[in-house]
């Protein structure tokens, strides 16, 4: 799964992807998590655009008050979820990111890892939005970071973001097919637990 994130520069990040951004300023956010809001990119008729949706989707059918919002949609069964088959199919949104975090369980506690692309080029995290809200699709991760998590959040190349956003494509079929960029990972402090942490030293690399 994916339960935090690292977003810097935001408007910078996809100035070449979008037409305009809305109510979105190149803040710094070290410790991005469910329930924020945070910078989105959608398309619409005549231009992408950068928004802020909240992490964390209630599908519209969902009568539970206490329905408990969704931050992650398993590619390999999007299609078949009621939650998620429709939006897959015509509410696709990407998010932006610098890079991402994840636990390794290691007996009876959890240590946290910063991961990034190997090109230190910007993540764009493949996702879905009803509503205002949005949802990351995670997969089977990759073979040089298993050893820490089993899943990751899907992740775009540039080149594929309006690939992914245009919906005569099949979008789970797209993401499965498209070639994924090369991550990397280090150690990092065990301050990134506490979501109101939010500094560049979350990413620094811890050595002890």
Known sequence: MCGRYVVTSPVSKTNKLVKSAIQVDNNENYNAHPYQKLPVIKKYKNGNTLENLKWGLVPS?????????LINARLETID???SFKKLIKDFRCVAVADGFYEWKREEKEKIPYYFSREDKKPIFFAGIYENGQFCLITEEALDNIKEIHHRQPVILNQIDVNRYLNLEATGSSFL???KKPKLSFHKISKDVN???NNTASLIQQFNN
């Open 80 to 82: 078949e979820k009621v």
């Open 194 to 196: 506490k979501p109101t």
């Open 61 to 69: 059918w969902a009568k539970d008050k206490d329905f408990k919002a």
């Open 176 to 178: 499965k097919d498209c």
